[in-house]
């Protein structure tokens, strides 16, 4: 089975602050995304990468950067933290067998 | 713009009850579709759709693609409790997601 772990399942943090969500996937695949996810607007891509040092943006990247230096890494940086960043972020890695695979969640609360 | 429509975006049954939900796309390079399984953590894959008419089935799930209508369908029989979930239907290189389903099934 293909895995994607995500660091963290539950952050708080303030506003203004520089948070780091970390993903890491075991499939040696190029394909990673992030993704948020709020009520009622299903699942919204924010960046995804297609190499090493590839980013690109996706749906919503404003407020949002990453980073991929190696291939099984991918974070996701939110440069100054704030309320409308609270949500869920899931992170997912593509095979073209399986589609997506994803991580268990961050649930992260900008207070 | 790549879109994903769902419906019913809520349902309500009883267990026993035969369910479908639905899924429509208007994309500008298809490629595959997919159907997702939600319930308090991340979606848990189901189904990928590549081929009109080909019904594609696990246990009591289902699905079918109609590439030319732009639709997908997601069957699910005698349902049970355990089948309450968000469904999410998505397509395309990127995954565009729909909205999901929010299925609920009572005793």
């Known amino acids: 089975d293909v895995k994607v772990t995500q660091s963290s399942r539950y952050l708080v943090k303030r506003t203004g602050e520089k948070v780091f969500l970390e993903c890491v996937q075991d499939?040696?695949?190029?394909?990673m995304f992030w993704y948020r996810q709020d009520p009622g607007l299903g699942l919204r891509l924010i960046y995804f990468?297609?190499?090493?040092?590839?980013?690109e943006k996706g749906d919503i990247p404003e407020g949002y950067s990453v980073s991929r230096e190696k291939k099984e890494r991918f974070s996701l940086i939110l440069e100054s933290a704030s309320t409308n960043q609270t949500s869920m972020y899931l992170c997912?890695?593509?095979?073209?067998?399986?589609?997506?695979?994803f991580g268990s969640g961050t649930r992260l609360t900008v207070v | 713009e790549d879109k994903v429509v769902q419906s019913p975006l809520s349902l309500v049954v009883h267990e026993g009850d035969t369910v479908t939900l639905n899924c429509s796309y208007e994309?500008?390079?298809?490629?595959?579709l997919l159907w997702y399984k939600q319930e308090k953590k991340a979606p848990t894959f189901l189904f990928m759709l590549?081929?009109?008419?080909i019904e594609k089935k696990s246990g009591r799930l289902s699905s079918i693609l109609d590439k030319k209508e732009l639709f997908s369908i997601l069957n699910i029989t005698a349902t049970q409790t355990g089948d309450s979930a968000v469904y999410l239907c998505?397509?395309?290189?990127?995954?565009?997601f729909g909205p999901g389903t929010r299925l609920s099934v009572l005793p």
């Open positions: 994309v500008t390079n298809f490629r595959s």
């Open positions: 590549t081929s009109s008419g």
């Open positions: 998505a397509y395309g290189q990127n995954f565009v």
């Open positions: 499939m040696d695949h190029e394909n």
């Open positions: 990468s297609y190499d090493v040092k590839m980013k």
């Open positions: 997912a890695g593509r095979t073209d067998l399986y589609g997506y695979t």
